[in-house]
């Protein structure tokens, strides 16, 4: 009996540790992307080139390395493939939920700056 308890005060506290870690989470990124928002008014294409490698680097390198040259199992590496800004966008909008258009723009124009051209 006092297993059961001792287990289920465990996974009570597991719980209950994984939702606050989840919040801080959540309350970072949100950060992270208000950020970005406010700074990015009128920024020179060096600029938001700047801004997407940063949040690419931070969201989509570990799949992809920093210059997306990292080939995946279900196909060839980002810089190799053939994409439209548009696809690129779409596409990152999963990993940029909480990110603005004009963030997941930069993204896909540093993902441009590095694909190989048509």
């Known amino acids: 009996m006092k297993r059961k308890v001792i287990l289920i005060i465990l996974s009570v506290g597991l719980a209950v540790l994984s939702w606050y870690v989840t919040g801080l989470i959540q309350c970072a990124d949100h950060a ?3 950020e970005e928002a406010e700074s990015s008014q009128h920024k020179t294409l ?3 080139l700047e801004m997407g490698r940063k949040l690419f680097v931070e969201r989509c390198a570990s799949c992809h390395n920093e210059r997306g040259d990292k080939p995946l199992p279900g196909g060839p590496a980002l810089s190799e493939r053939k994409l439209t800004r548009e696809v ?3 596409n990152a909008s999963g990993h940029l939920r909480k990110a603005t258009e004009e963030q997941k723009t930069a993204v896909a ?3 441009e700056s590095f694909m190989k051209k048509k």
Request: glycine share 0%; hydrophobic share 50%.
């Open 32 to 34: 992270l992307f208000a």
């Open 109 to 111: 124009e540093y993902v």
């Open 88 to 90: 690129i966008v779409k």
């Open 46 to 48: 060096q600029d938001r």
